[in-house]
Protein backbone atom coordinates (compact mmCIF):
# COMPACT_ATOMS: atom_id res chain seq x y z
CA UNK A 1 0.00 0.00 0.00
CA UNK A 2 1.13 2.84 -0.84
CA UNK A 3 1.88 6.15 1.54
CA UNK A 4 -0.36 8.68 -0.77
CA UNK A 5 -2.90 6.13 -0.58
CA UNK A 6 -3.27 5.07 2.34
CA UNK A 7 -3.38 9.46 2.90
CA UNK A 8 -6.01 9.69 0.68
CA UNK A 9 -8.56 7.14 2.32
CA UNK A 10 -7.53 8.06 5.69
CA UNK A 11 -8.67 11.94 4.45
CA UNK A 12 -11.55 11.06 2.79
CA UNK A 13 -13.19 9.17 5.78
CA UNK A 14 -12.46 11.63 8.60
CA UNK A 15 -13.80 14.05 6.32
CA UNK A 16 -16.83 11.73 5.53
CA UNK A 17 -17.48 11.20 9.07
CA UNK A 18 -17.16 14.89 9.85
CA UNK A 19 -19.66 15.75 7.69
CA UNK A 20 -22.01 12.76 7.96
CA UNK A 21 -21.75 12.97 12.04
CA UNK A 22 -24.03 10.78 13.88
CA UNK A 23 -24.14 8.16 11.52
CA UNK A 24 -22.37 4.89 12.54
CA UNK A 25 -23.83 2.51 10.03
CA UNK A 26 -22.94 4.98 7.09
CA UNK A 27 -19.40 5.05 8.51
CA UNK A 28 -19.21 1.22 8.91
CA UNK A 29 -19.96 0.74 5.13
CA UNK A 30 -17.58 3.33 4.45
CA UNK A 31 -15.04 2.03 6.39
CA UNK A 32 -14.90 -1.61 5.25
CA UNK A 33 -14.95 -0.14 1.17
CA UNK A 34 -12.22 2.31 2.10
CA UNK A 35 -10.15 -0.24 3.91
CA UNK A 36 -10.41 -2.56 0.82
CA UNK A 37 -9.41 -0.37 -2.45
CA UNK A 38 -5.88 0.85 -1.39
CA UNK A 39 -4.26 -1.37 -3.75
CA UNK A 40 -6.64 -0.28 -6.83
CA UNK A 41 -5.69 3.19 -5.82
CA UNK A 42 -1.94 2.06 -6.05
CA UNK A 43 -2.45 0.89 -9.40
CA UNK A 44 -4.71 3.73 -10.48
CA UNK A 45 -3.10 7.30 -9.42
CA UNK A 46 -5.49 8.89 -11.50
CA UNK A 47 -8.82 8.42 -9.78
CA UNK A 48 -6.87 10.42 -6.39
CA UNK A 49 -6.37 13.31 -9.13
CA UNK A 50 -9.65 12.84 -10.10
CA UNK A 51 -11.09 13.06 -6.90
CA UNK A 52 -13.31 10.16 -7.29
CA UNK A 53 -13.35 9.05 -3.83
CA UNK A 54 -14.49 12.49 -2.50
CA UNK A 55 -16.55 12.85 -5.16
CA UNK A 56 -18.12 9.46 -4.50
CA UNK A 57 -18.79 9.24 -0.70
CA UNK A 58 -20.84 12.45 -1.06
CA UNK A 59 -24.73 11.34 -2.42
CA UNK A 60 -25.41 13.20 -6.14
CA UNK A 61 -28.78 13.94 -4.06
CA UNK A 62 -30.54 13.96 -0.83
CA UNK A 63 -34.00 13.94 -0.55
CA UNK A 64 -36.24 13.98 3.16
CA UNK A 65 -39.81 14.68 3.15
CA UNK A 66 -43.26 14.44 5.38
CA UNK A 67 -45.58 11.62 5.03
CA UNK A 68 -48.95 12.40 6.48
CA UNK A 69 -51.81 10.17 6.83
CA UNK A 70 -54.46 9.34 8.70
CA UNK A 71 -55.15 5.83 10.93
CA UNK A 72 -57.95 4.01 10.92
CA UNK A 73 -59.14 5.64 14.18
CA UNK A 74 -59.06 9.04 12.05
CA UNK A 75 -55.98 10.34 13.95
CA UNK A 76 -53.46 11.79 11.78
CA UNK A 77 -50.24 10.45 11.72
CA UNK A 78 -46.29 11.97 10.70
CA UNK A 79 -43.59 9.31 9.29
CA UNK A 80 -40.23 11.36 7.63
CA UNK A 81 -39.74 10.01 4.23
CA UNK A 82 -36.13 9.79 2.79
CA UNK A 83 -34.78 8.98 -0.99
CA UNK A 84 -30.28 8.94 -1.20
CA UNK A 85 -29.62 9.29 -4.65
CA UNK A 86 -26.16 8.48 -4.66
CA UNK A 87 -24.68 7.43 -7.88
CA UNK A 88 -26.04 7.49 -11.49
CA UNK A 89 -22.53 6.96 -12.91
CA UNK A 90 -23.54 3.74 -14.60
CA UNK A 91 -27.05 3.96 -15.09
CA UNK A 92 -30.35 5.05 -13.36
CA UNK A 93 -30.27 5.62 -9.64
CA UNK A 94 -31.54 1.89 -8.40
CA UNK A 95 -32.25 0.69 -4.99
CA UNK A 96 -35.00 -0.45 -2.55
CA UNK A 97 -37.35 1.62 -0.20
CA UNK A 98 -37.34 0.16 3.34
CA UNK A 99 -40.07 0.44 5.83
CA UNK A 100 -38.83 0.24 9.38
CA UNK A 101 -39.17 1.94 12.88
CA UNK A 102 -35.47 2.14 12.76
CA UNK A 103 -35.19 4.01 9.56
CA UNK A 104 -32.80 7.39 9.62
CA UNK A 105 -30.73 9.17 6.96
CA UNK A 106 -27.74 7.27 7.89
CA UNK A 107 -29.16 4.05 7.93
CA UNK A 108 -30.66 4.95 4.22
CA UNK A 109 -27.09 6.28 3.30
CA UNK A 110 -25.44 3.15 4.02
CA UNK A 111 -27.42 1.47 2.07
CA UNK A 112 -27.35 3.42 -0.93
CA UNK A 113 -23.76 3.91 -0.79
CA UNK A 114 -23.67 -0.33 -0.80
CA UNK A 115 -26.20 -0.26 -3.54
CA UNK A 116 -23.97 1.79 -5.84
CA UNK A 117 -21.26 -1.14 -5.85
CA UNK A 118 -23.89 -3.91 -5.46
CA UNK A 119 -25.23 -2.67 -8.79
CA UNK A 120 -21.76 -1.88 -10.11
CA UNK A 121 -20.91 -5.60 -9.74
CA UNK A 122 -24.19 -6.81 -11.43
CA UNK A 123 -22.81 -5.38 -14.45
CA UNK A 124 -26.34 -4.33 -15.82
CA UNK A 125 -26.30 -0.47 -16.21
CA UNK A 126 -28.39 0.84 -13.11
CA UNK A 127 -26.43 3.58 -10.35
CA UNK A 128 -26.81 2.95 -6.62
CA UNK A 129 -29.41 4.70 -4.09
CA UNK A 130 -32.28 3.75 -1.31
CA UNK A 131 -34.88 5.16 0.48
CA UNK A 132 -37.08 4.37 2.73
CA UNK A 133 -39.28 5.76 5.87
CA UNK A 134 -39.34 5.34 9.54
CA UNK A 135 -43.39 4.28 9.13
CA UNK A 136 -43.91 0.84 10.69
CA UNK A 137 -45.96 -1.53 9.22
CA UNK A 138 -46.14 -4.12 11.29
CA UNK A 139 -50.40 -4.32 12.95
CA UNK A 140 -51.28 -1.82 10.34
CA UNK A 141 -54.59 -2.70 8.24
CA UNK A 142 -54.25 -2.23 4.30
CA UNK A 143 -56.32 0.64 4.20
CA UNK A 144 -53.77 1.95 6.67
CA UNK A 145 -50.83 0.79 4.65
CA UNK A 146 -52.57 1.69 1.43
CA UNK A 147 -52.78 5.74 2.97
CA UNK A 148 -49.38 5.54 3.92
CA UNK A 149 -48.04 4.45 0.95
CA UNK A 150 -50.32 6.82 -1.41
CA UNK A 151 -48.96 9.85 0.82
CA UNK A 152 -45.42 8.78 0.54
CA UNK A 153 -45.45 8.23 -3.26
CA UNK A 154 -47.06 11.95 -3.77
CA UNK A 155 -43.65 13.46 -2.83
CA UNK A 156 -41.59 10.80 -4.08
CA UNK A 157 -42.97 10.82 -7.44
CA UNK A 158 -41.34 14.00 -8.82
CA UNK A 159 -37.97 12.35 -7.91
CA UNK A 160 -38.44 9.52 -10.26
CA UNK A 161 -38.32 7.91 -13.39
CA UNK A 162 -37.45 5.22 -15.68
CA UNK A 163 -34.35 6.97 -16.44
CA UNK A 164 -33.99 8.85 -13.68
CA UNK A 165 -34.67 6.78 -10.67
CA UNK A 166 -36.44 3.02 -10.30
CA UNK A 167 -37.03 1.74 -6.57
CA UNK A 168 -38.54 -1.52 -5.18
CA UNK A 169 -39.09 -2.93 -1.97
CA UNK A 170 -36.75 -3.88 1.29
CA UNK A 171 -37.65 -4.30 4.84
CA UNK A 172 -41.37 -4.07 5.19
CA UNK A 173 -41.87 -3.21 1.45
CA UNK A 174 -43.41 -6.30 -0.43
CA UNK A 175 -45.63 -7.22 -3.10
CA UNK A 176 -48.33 -5.50 -1.22
CA UNK A 177 -46.79 -2.08 -0.73
CA UNK A 178 -45.12 -1.99 -4.28
CA UNK A 179 -48.69 -2.16 -5.48
CA UNK A 180 -50.15 0.73 -3.75
CA UNK A 181 -47.12 2.77 -4.24
CA UNK A 182 -47.20 1.88 -7.93
CA UNK A 183 -50.88 3.07 -8.40
CA UNK A 184 -50.23 6.30 -6.65
CA UNK A 185 -47.51 7.26 -9.02
CA UNK A 186 -49.50 5.68 -12.05
CA UNK A 187 -52.61 8.13 -10.73
CA UNK A 188 -50.17 11.14 -10.40
CA UNK A 189 -48.27 10.75 -13.72
CA UNK A 190 -51.03 9.92 -15.99
CA UNK A 191 -48.60 6.77 -16.90
CA UNK A 192 -48.67 3.44 -16.91
CA UNK A 193 -44.64 3.37 -16.51
CA UNK A 194 -43.80 0.27 -15.83
CA UNK A 195 -40.10 0.72 -15.66
CA UNK A 196 -40.11 2.88 -13.35
CA UNK A 197 -40.82 0.56 -9.95
CA UNK A 198 -39.90 -2.97 -10.10
CA UNK A 199 -40.64 -5.98 -7.88
CA UNK A 200 -44.53 -5.32 -9.58
CA UNK A 201 -46.54 -8.10 -9.42
CA UNK A 202 -46.60 -10.12 -12.78
CA UNK A 203 -49.72 -9.78 -14.19
CA UNK A 204 -49.03 -6.10 -14.22
CA UNK A 205 -45.17 -5.67 -15.32
CA UNK A 206 -43.22 -7.64 -13.07
CA UNK A 207 -40.67 -10.44 -13.61
CA UNK A 208 -40.87 -13.49 -12.58
CA UNK A 209 -37.99 -14.62 -10.50
CA UNK A 210 -37.67 -11.26 -8.90
CA UNK A 211 -39.79 -12.46 -5.97
CA UNK A 212 -36.97 -15.42 -5.60
CA UNK A 213 -33.72 -13.84 -6.53
CA UNK A 214 -32.17 -11.90 -4.02
CA UNK A 215 -32.54 -15.60 -1.17
CA UNK A 216 -31.88 -17.94 -4.63
CA UNK A 217 -28.89 -16.01 -5.82
CA UNK A 218 -27.03 -15.67 -2.41
CA UNK A 219 -27.72 -19.25 -2.27
CA UNK A 220 -25.80 -19.75 -5.61
CA UNK A 221 -23.35 -17.59 -4.67
CA UNK A 222 -23.09 -20.13 -1.61
CA UNK A 223 -22.90 -22.54 -4.23
CA UNK A 224 -19.88 -20.72 -6.62
CA UNK A 225 -17.73 -20.51 -3.21
CA UNK A 226 -18.07 -23.98 -1.98
CA UNK A 227 -17.31 -25.13 -6.06
CA UNK A 228 -13.85 -23.69 -6.05
CA UNK A 229 -12.81 -26.03 -2.76
CA UNK A 230 -14.34 -28.96 -4.72
CA UNK A 231 -17.13 -29.19 -2.18
CA UNK A 232 -21.04 -28.23 -2.69
CA UNK A 233 -24.53 -27.49 -0.89
CA UNK A 234 -25.92 -31.44 -1.04
CA UNK A 235 -25.95 -32.77 2.36
CA UNK A 236 -25.43 -29.74 4.12
CA UNK A 237 -26.94 -28.14 6.71
CA UNK A 238 -27.76 -24.25 6.74
CA UNK A 239 -28.76 -21.75 8.91
CA UNK A 240 -30.59 -18.84 8.25
CA UNK A 241 -31.74 -15.79 10.50
CA UNK A 242 -35.06 -13.33 8.81
CA UNK A 243 -38.21 -14.99 7.49
CA UNK A 244 -38.78 -12.29 4.95
CA UNK A 245 -38.53 -12.40 1.32
CA UNK A 246 -34.87 -13.39 1.30
CA UNK A 247 -35.00 -15.77 4.10
CA UNK A 248 -37.77 -18.04 2.89
CA UNK A 249 -36.33 -18.26 -0.97
CA UNK A 250 -33.11 -18.66 0.52
CA UNK A 251 -34.41 -21.46 2.74
CA UNK A 252 -36.04 -22.43 -0.64
CA UNK A 253 -33.24 -22.80 -2.94
CA UNK A 254 -30.77 -24.71 0.19
CA UNK A 255 -33.50 -27.56 -0.27
CA UNK A 256 -33.89 -27.49 -4.07
CA UNK A 257 -29.70 -27.94 -4.04
CA UNK A 258 -30.22 -31.16 -1.91
CA UNK A 259 -29.17 -29.08 1.71
CA UNK A 260 -31.35 -28.90 5.19
CA UNK A 261 -31.82 -25.30 5.89
CA UNK A 262 -33.08 -26.02 9.81
CA UNK A 263 -33.72 -22.54 11.09
CA UNK A 264 -35.76 -19.08 10.34
CA UNK A 265 -36.34 -16.10 12.45
CA UNK A 266 -37.70 -12.72 13.46
CA UNK A 267 -37.42 -9.72 15.70
CA UNK A 268 -39.13 -11.97 18.43
CA UNK A 269 -37.37 -15.41 17.99
CA UNK A 270 -36.20 -18.05 16.24
CA UNK A 271 -37.63 -21.38 14.80
CA UNK A 272 -35.30 -24.43 14.78
CA UNK A 273 -37.03 -27.57 12.31
CA UNK A 274 -34.22 -30.42 12.91
CA UNK A 275 -36.11 -32.44 9.64
CA UNK A 276 -35.61 -29.03 7.76
CA UNK A 277 -38.18 -25.85 6.91
CA UNK A 278 -41.08 -26.74 5.59
CA UNK A 279 -41.20 -23.94 3.30
CA UNK A 280 -44.77 -23.69 2.19
CA UNK A 281 -45.76 -23.77 5.80
CA UNK A 282 -43.36 -20.85 6.28
CA UNK A 283 -44.88 -19.07 3.12
CA UNK A 284 -48.52 -19.51 4.10
CA UNK A 285 -47.55 -17.91 7.38
CA UNK A 286 -45.26 -15.31 6.91
CA UNK A 287 -46.91 -14.15 3.28
CA UNK A 288 -50.52 -15.02 2.97
CA UNK A 289 -51.55 -15.02 7.18
CA UNK A 290 -48.46 -12.45 8.07
CA UNK A 291 -48.07 -14.35 11.45
CA UNK A 292 -45.34 -14.08 13.60
CA UNK A 293 -42.37 -17.07 12.96
CA UNK A 294 -43.74 -18.70 16.22
CA UNK A 295 -46.72 -19.65 14.20
CA UNK A 296 -44.70 -22.03 12.33
CA UNK A 297 -43.84 -23.96 15.84
CA UNK A 298 -47.07 -24.22 16.69
CA UNK A 299 -48.07 -26.07 13.61
CA UNK A 300 -45.14 -28.27 13.09
CA UNK A 301 -44.32 -31.12 15.55
CA UNK A 302 -40.62 -31.23 14.70
CA UNK A 303 -39.99 -27.52 14.92
CA UNK A 304 -39.71 -25.45 17.89
CA UNK A 305 -39.51 -22.14 18.98
CA UNK A 306 -36.79 -19.91 20.84
CA UNK A 307 -38.11 -16.77 22.11
CA UNK A 308 -35.05 -14.03 22.06
CA UNK A 309 -31.91 -15.84 21.98
CA UNK A 310 -29.61 -15.95 18.72
CA UNK A 311 -30.24 -17.98 15.77
CA UNK A 312 -26.35 -18.31 15.46
CA UNK A 313 -26.85 -20.62 18.58
CA UNK A 314 -27.88 -23.48 15.92
CA UNK A 315 -24.78 -25.22 14.73
CA UNK A 316 -24.94 -25.43 10.57
CA UNK A 317 -22.40 -25.99 7.99
CA UNK A 318 -23.46 -22.81 6.31
CA UNK A 319 -24.81 -19.56 7.43
CA UNK A 320 -27.18 -16.82 5.63
CA UNK A 321 -28.24 -14.29 8.19
CA UNK A 322 -31.15 -12.73 6.38
CA UNK A 323 -32.64 -10.34 8.43
CA UNK A 324 -30.89 -7.05 8.95
CA UNK A 325 -27.79 -5.28 9.43
CA UNK A 326 -25.38 -6.13 12.29
CA UNK A 327 -27.46 -9.46 13.50
CA UNK A 328 -24.38 -11.12 13.58
CA UNK A 329 -21.87 -10.00 15.91
CA UNK A 330 -18.30 -11.98 16.80
CA UNK A 331 -19.42 -13.94 19.99
CA UNK A 332 -21.62 -15.28 17.51
CA UNK A 333 -19.23 -15.70 14.79
CA UNK A 334 -16.78 -17.73 17.45
CA UNK A 335 -20.15 -19.75 18.00
CA UNK A 336 -20.50 -20.86 14.32
CA UNK A 337 -16.46 -21.48 13.98
CA UNK A 338 -16.82 -23.36 16.72
CA UNK A 339 -19.68 -25.42 15.64
CA UNK A 340 -18.36 -25.95 12.00
CA UNK A 341 -19.61 -22.97 9.45
CA UNK A 342 -17.59 -23.70 6.55
CA UNK A 343 -19.10 -21.16 4.55
CA UNK A 344 -21.26 -17.19 4.79
CA UNK A 345 -22.98 -15.77 2.60
CA UNK A 346 -24.81 -12.02 3.24
CA UNK A 347 -28.64 -12.57 2.17
CA UNK A 348 -29.29 -9.40 4.27
CA UNK A 349 -27.13 -6.12 3.76
CA UNK A 350 -24.22 -5.64 6.47
CA UNK A 351 -25.48 -8.40 9.10
CA UNK A 352 -22.27 -9.58 10.19
CA UNK A 353 -20.16 -6.27 12.18
CA UNK A 354 -16.52 -6.25 10.92
CA UNK A 355 -15.54 -8.00 14.30
CA UNK A 356 -17.92 -10.93 13.03
CA UNK A 357 -16.15 -10.78 9.66
CA UNK A 358 -12.86 -10.46 10.64
CA UNK A 359 -13.19 -13.86 12.59
CA UNK A 360 -14.35 -15.49 9.76
CA UNK A 361 -11.66 -14.84 7.69
CA UNK A 362 -8.75 -15.61 10.11
CA UNK A 363 -10.55 -18.98 10.66
CA UNK A 364 -10.59 -19.35 6.26
CA UNK A 365 -14.74 -19.59 6.55
CA UNK A 366 -16.28 -18.26 2.97
CA UNK A 367 -17.26 -15.43 3.42
CA UNK A 368 -19.46 -13.52 1.22
CA UNK A 369 -20.29 -10.04 1.52
CA UNK A 370 -24.17 -8.68 1.07
CA UNK A 371 -22.83 -6.85 -1.88
CA UNK A 372 -21.79 -10.05 -4.10
CA UNK A 373 -23.62 -12.05 -2.45
CA UNK A 374 -27.60 -10.27 -2.39
CA UNK A 375 -27.04 -8.76 -5.95
CA UNK A 376 -29.61 -11.74 -7.40
CA UNK A 377 -32.54 -9.16 -6.52
CA UNK A 378 -31.06 -6.22 -7.90
CA UNK A 379 -29.95 -8.14 -10.95
CA UNK A 380 -33.07 -9.32 -11.65
CA UNK A 381 -34.82 -5.97 -10.74
CA UNK A 382 -32.76 -5.22 -13.95
CA UNK A 383 -33.91 -7.90 -16.04
CA UNK A 384 -37.72 -6.66 -15.28
CA UNK A 385 -36.22 -3.25 -16.65
CA UNK A 386 -35.12 -4.40 -19.72
CA UNK A 387 -38.50 -6.68 -20.34
CA UNK A 388 -40.19 -3.55 -19.67
CA UNK A 389 -38.75 -1.66 -22.28
CA UNK A 390 -39.03 -4.61 -24.50
CA UNK A 391 -42.64 -5.00 -24.09
CA UNK A 392 -41.26 -8.77 -23.40
CA UNK A 393 -42.08 -11.13 -20.63
CA UNK A 394 -39.79 -14.22 -20.14
CA UNK A 395 -40.55 -17.27 -18.38
CA UNK A 396 -39.38 -18.23 -15.38
CA UNK A 397 -36.53 -20.91 -16.34
CA UNK A 398 -34.88 -18.42 -18.69
CA UNK A 399 -35.16 -15.92 -15.58
CA UNK A 400 -33.54 -18.07 -13.42
CA UNK A 401 -30.58 -19.20 -15.42
CA UNK A 402 -30.12 -15.67 -16.09
CA UNK A 403 -29.86 -15.14 -12.42
CA UNK A 404 -27.60 -17.65 -12.15
CA UNK A 405 -25.13 -16.81 -14.75
CA UNK A 406 -25.48 -13.20 -13.30
CA UNK A 407 -24.27 -15.05 -9.49
CA UNK A 408 -21.43 -16.56 -11.39
CA UNK A 409 -20.14 -13.29 -12.97
CA UNK A 410 -20.39 -11.53 -9.70
CA UNK A 411 -18.88 -14.07 -7.90
CA UNK A 412 -15.69 -14.60 -10.99
CA UNK A 413 -15.25 -10.54 -10.78
CA UNK A 414 -14.57 -10.85 -7.04
CA UNK A 415 -12.65 -13.71 -6.74
CA UNK A 416 -10.25 -12.45 -9.71
CA UNK A 417 -10.33 -9.44 -8.34
CA UNK A 418 -9.37 -10.10 -4.83
CA UNK A 419 -6.41 -12.24 -6.73
CA UNK A 420 -5.33 -9.16 -8.74
CA UNK A 421 -5.16 -6.96 -5.88
CA UNK A 422 -3.16 -9.89 -3.83
CA UNK A 423 -5.42 -10.50 -1.47
CA UNK A 424 -6.60 -13.73 -3.15
CA UNK A 425 -10.02 -15.62 -1.37
CA UNK A 426 -10.87 -12.36 0.48
CA UNK A 427 -14.53 -11.75 -1.05
CA UNK A 428 -14.94 -8.64 0.57
CA UNK A 429 -11.61 -6.75 -0.97
CA UNK A 430 -12.44 -8.52 -4.09
CA UNK A 431 -16.38 -7.46 -4.75
CA UNK A 432 -15.55 -4.37 -3.50
CA UNK A 433 -12.30 -3.58 -5.93
CA UNK A 434 -14.37 -5.03 -8.81
CA UNK A 435 -17.43 -2.78 -8.29
CA UNK A 436 -15.05 0.29 -7.60
CA UNK A 437 -13.31 0.12 -10.50
CA UNK A 438 -16.63 0.31 -12.76
CA UNK A 439 -17.74 2.88 -11.01
CA UNK A 440 -14.75 5.01 -10.96
CA UNK A 441 -14.21 4.29 -14.53
CA UNK A 442 -17.49 5.40 -15.63
CA UNK A 443 -17.17 8.77 -13.47
CA UNK A 444 -13.65 9.54 -14.96
CA UNK A 445 -14.86 8.91 -18.52
CA UNK A 446 -17.81 11.65 -17.22
CA UNK A 447 -15.68 14.58 -16.55
CA UNK A 448 -16.13 16.84 -12.80
CA UNK A 449 -19.71 16.56 -12.04
P1 LIG B 1 -38.61 -8.46 4.90
O1 LIG B 1 -39.30 -7.29 5.45
O2 LIG B 1 -39.32 -9.33 3.92
O3 LIG B 1 -38.11 -9.43 6.09
C1 LIG B 1 -37.24 -8.95 7.06
C2 LIG B 1 -37.04 -10.04 8.07
O4 LIG B 1 -36.00 -9.66 8.95
C3 LIG B 1 -38.26 -10.29 8.93
O5 LIG B 1 -38.29 -11.62 9.33
C4 LIG B 1 -38.01 -9.36 10.11
O6 LIG B 1 -38.67 -9.73 11.31
C5 LIG B 1 -36.52 -9.50 10.27
N1 LIG B 1 -35.98 -8.28 10.89
C6 LIG B 1 -36.00 -7.03 10.36
N2 LIG B 1 -35.47 -6.17 11.22
C7 LIG B 1 -35.10 -6.89 12.29
C8 LIG B 1 -34.48 -6.57 13.50
N3 LIG B 1 -34.13 -5.29 13.79
N4 LIG B 1 -34.24 -7.57 14.39
C9 LIG B 1 -34.59 -8.85 14.11
N5 LIG B 1 -35.20 -9.22 12.96
C10 LIG B 1 -35.44 -8.25 12.07
O7 LIG B 1 -37.22 -7.93 4.29
P2 LIG B 1 -36.28 -8.60 3.20
O8 LIG B 1 -36.27 -10.07 3.38
O9 LIG B 1 -36.62 -8.02 1.89
O10 LIG B 1 -34.86 -7.98 3.61
C11 LIG B 1 -33.98 -8.62 4.54
C12 LIG B 1 -32.58 -8.08 4.36
O11 LIG B 1 -32.15 -8.35 3.01
C13 LIG B 1 -32.40 -6.58 4.55
O12 LIG B 1 -31.11 -6.33 5.06
C14 LIG B 1 -32.47 -6.04 3.12
O13 LIG B 1 -31.85 -4.79 2.99
C15 LIG B 1 -31.71 -7.13 2.39
N6 LIG B 1 -31.95 -7.22 0.96
C16 LIG B 1 -33.20 -7.42 0.46
C17 LIG B 1 -33.39 -7.52 -0.90
C18 LIG B 1 -34.71 -7.88 -1.49
O14 LIG B 1 -34.75 -8.12 -2.69
N7 LIG B 1 -35.78 -7.93 -0.73
C19 LIG B 1 -32.28 -7.33 -1.85
C20 LIG B 1 -30.97 -7.22 -1.20
C21 LIG B 1 -30.85 -7.14 0.14
P3 LIG B 1 -39.84 -8.81 11.90
O15 LIG B 1 -41.01 -9.02 10.99
O16 LIG B 1 -40.05 -9.28 13.29
O17 LIG B 1 -39.33 -7.37 11.86
Request: aromatic share 8%; hydrophobic share 40%; charged share 20%.
Amino acid sequence: MTPSATRTLHDVYETAVARNAGEPEFHQALREVLDSIAPVLAHHPEYVDAGILTRLVEPERQIIFRVPWTDDAGKVQVNRGFRVQFNSALGPFKGGLRFHPSVNLGIIKFLGFEQIFKNALTAQGIGGAKGGSDFDPHNRSDAEIMRFSQSFMSELYHHLGEHTDVPAGDIGVGAREIGFLFGQYRRLTNRHESGMFTGKGVQWGGAEVRTEATGYGAVYFTEEMLAVKGEGIDGRTAVVSGSGNVAIYAIEKVQQLGGTAITASDSSGYIVDEAGIDVDLLKQIKEVERHRVSEYAERRSSARFISGGSVWDVPGDIALPSATQNELNETHAYRLIKNGVVAVAEGANMPSTPEAVHAFQQAGVLFAPGKAANAGGVATSALEMSQNAARQRWDFESSEDKLRTIMRGIHSASYQAADKYGKPGDYVVGANSAGFVRVADAMLAQGLI
